[in-house]
């Protein structure tokens, strides 16, 4: 059965309100409240998602900001700010225990609006959503005992907004992970069968055992090398060179990039990346938007996998993605096809960019925007991506 972690790179770990915040001043509080909108317009490489290239707001978010007082309600006004954008790639850096899961890190459904239905695409492995009998295709009719439409209009509602673009799938998305400490109910219906109703636990409450960085089979096919949601973790570098060390010469090296939602870091896509390369590759493009706001001077680059000393591999490699394949996930999916992979499953979990820390001045809470376009080489931005299904 799957563990779900979540590595720093990409996601909040459940973090209350450290102790040096406490300290500070409710002018302070409130000053780093109504920063986080400079924040947005100076540094969320997306903007052009919305009218005029201005990120949504309200005067009920406005209002929240304004009457900031503490750690508690900055961090409440921030998750609420943060959710404004419709961007499951933008998030704070602490959490309260009742905060909404992280998509797709602690999700196990993957929910679209088609027409006027909202509509199960994926269905996590391992999970109580698949345990519970969830399939591809069935209709989410209510979420919490509520009709799923009046849910997600309640969703924006409470931030006093209008649904921006992207905002029925996302809400949707959101409310069926539920907050983090509580059981969550769907009512659901597979074509013309009757509806049922199921309670799903949380996936804060899974108590799995850890499992290793990777796991290693082989079949018929080659070699598969399943990554555990572990692109963040410095260990997975060893783990992956001892797994490969076992393929034969020739063999097929079969990815598996299915539960990698919570992201990583270049370093470890790289070290994965450098088996499989003779010589200097390109294999993703960024574009550094927010210096370029800031400097009105475009900055953009391609980036490179190298080979790596005494580590190499000359037999295909083949990469499965999914819905669950997520931010360095999606990078190593367009990395491969640009070394001639073949890359099957998508779509992925279609994040934005690369996301850069940024500290409020006076209480510390970190804010986590995409401030950085990430493509393919050829230029395809990273999240509109694809390749055929499996």
Known sequence: MARFLVCTAFAASLVFIPAAVLAQSVEQFRDDALSIDRLIDENYAYLDRFTGGKAPSSERLSSEAARVTDGGTLLRYAERRLASLADHHAITGSSFSNSWALVPSYSDLWIEHDGERFVVTAVRDDSPASQAGIKVGDAVLEIGGRSTTLAVQDFWNDLGMDIPPDGLGFAARVLAAGRRDSARTLTLTSGHDNPRTVTLASLYAENRPARDALSVSRGADGLTIRINDSLGDQATIAAFDAAMAQADQGETVILDLRDTPSGGNTVIARA??????????????????????????????????????????????????????????????????????????CPMAGLLGAIYDYRLEHSGLVIKLPAERLSSVSGTPREHFTCAPL
């Open 272 to 345: 994965l990346m450098g088996w499989f390369v003779t010589e200097a590759r390109p294999y993703q493009m960024h574009r550094n938007v927010a210096e370029e706001r800031r400097t009105s001077i475009p900055r953009q680059w391609i980036e490179q996998v190298l080979p790596r000393e005494g580590k190499h591999h000359d037999g295909p490699v083949k990469v499965l993605v999914g819905r669950w394949t997520g931010s360095m996930g999606e990078g190593l999916a367009v990395g491969f096809d640009a070394l001639g992979a073949q890359v099957r499953g």
